[in-house]
Nanobody, 129 residues
C-alpha cells in the first residue's frame, strides 16, 4: 500500500525554522518526483517546492519561498524533507507532500497538482508574528 506520512509541523515564531518530514511506504522515493504544497486558510493549495526524480539534479521553488525553503531526499530513510527558515506569518498553512509515479520526472515551473499521484494528509504549520 502506497502511503505518505508528514510530520514536523507546529507553532514557530516569525523568523524561526522548521523541518518537515514525509516518509513513504509502499514505494521507493528515488524514482519519483516529489513536491511540497501548502494551503493557507481560505486560499487555494499552492506548490512550494519540487524535487525531480534522482535521474536529474533539479528543483523548483516559487519566488515566495526561494532562498528560505529547501527540499531534499534521504534515500536510506525513504523520506523527503522540507527545511524552512526565516519563516513568516504568511507561511502558515497545512503542508502536504506528494509524489509523481513516473520515472525520470523533471520538475517544471509551478508543477500542477494533477501530475502528483500520491498525497499525504498534511501537517499544520503556524507562524506567529
Amino acid at each position: 500500500q502506497v502511503q505518505l506520512v508528514e510530520s514536523g509541523g507546529g507553532l514557530v515564531q516569525s523568523g524561526g525554522s522548521l523541518r518537515l518530514s514525509c516518509t513513504a511506504s509502499g514505494f521507493t522515493l528515488d524514482y519519483f518526483g516529489l513536491g511540497w504544497f501548502r494551503q493557507a486558510p481560505g486560499k487555494d493549495r499552492e506548490g512550494v517546492s519540487c524535487l525531480s526524480s534522482s535521474t536529474y539534479d533539479a528543483t523548483w521553488y516559487p519566488d515566495s519561498v526561494k532562498g528560505r525553503f529547501t527540499i531534499s531526499r534521504d534515500s536510506a530513510k525513504n523520506t523527503v524533507y522540507l527545511q524552512m527558515s526565516s519563516l513568516k506569518p504568511e507561511d502558515t498553512g497545512v503542508y502536504f507532500c506528494a509524489a509523481v509515479d513516473r520515472s525520470g520526472y523533471l520538475c517544471a515551473d509551478d508543477p500542477p497538482e494533477y501530475e502528483f499521484d500520491y498525497w499525504g494528509r498534511g501537517t499544520q504549520v503556524n507562524v506567529s508574528s
